[in-house]
């Protein structure tokens, strides 16, 4: 049958991304109630490009993986459009409010969100980064990159930082035992 695309591996990665933007929001005293939604869906549109053109999608990992390139470069590349735009309107159409769907279209690329939602875009920003911890490659590297974010964006000291990382880990894995016995990987 030829490659899959990880889908449980993107549900994981899903819940992981809104705990990690609920706690990020929760450390700097940010207050919406569309924080742990927008991290939840921040990554549909790779499940939508995943579906549709799933050959497609498996070329653009496979070209991530060995380029080391972002992810949205080599959308772009490929379908000519990335997941954070297809992500949004679809939301968008579903009829999502734009403290939704705009920081799903501006996860990556927070410096061009409009600014009335920019905080929420950098909370998505910084809680993928955190996710990647737990759901990429090089982990050392994730986990200096998202001490370094909560510090430098967030002002968060580093025994806040290391407690921040480390809740993220256990709240997702208390979340995931409610649907599939608790296991992050």
Known sequence: EGERFDFERLWHRSITTAVAAQLISKAIGFKSD??????FLQDIGVAALAVLRKDD???????????????????????????QE???DLLR?????ENVYL????????DNAPRSVQPLCEIMWASDRLAAIY??????????????????????????????IDAVAEETTELLSHFNGGHMQ
């Open 135 to 164: 759901h990429g490659t090089g982990i050392a590297k994730n986990v200096l990159a998202s001490k370094e974010i909560l510090k430098r964006r967030f002002g968060l000291r580093d025994d806040r930082a290391n407690a921040l």
């Open 86 to 88: 297809v992500g949004a």
């Open 34 to 39: 569309e924080t742990f939604i927008a991290g």
């Open 103 to 110: 920081p799903v279209r501006y996860h990556h690329d927070v």
């Open 57 to 83: 999608y498996l070329t653009v990992l496979d070209e991530k993986a060995v380029t080391g390139l972002p992810v949205t470069t080599v959308e772009k590349r490929v379908f000519d459009f990335d997941h």
């Open 93 to 97: 159409m579903w009829g999502l409010p």
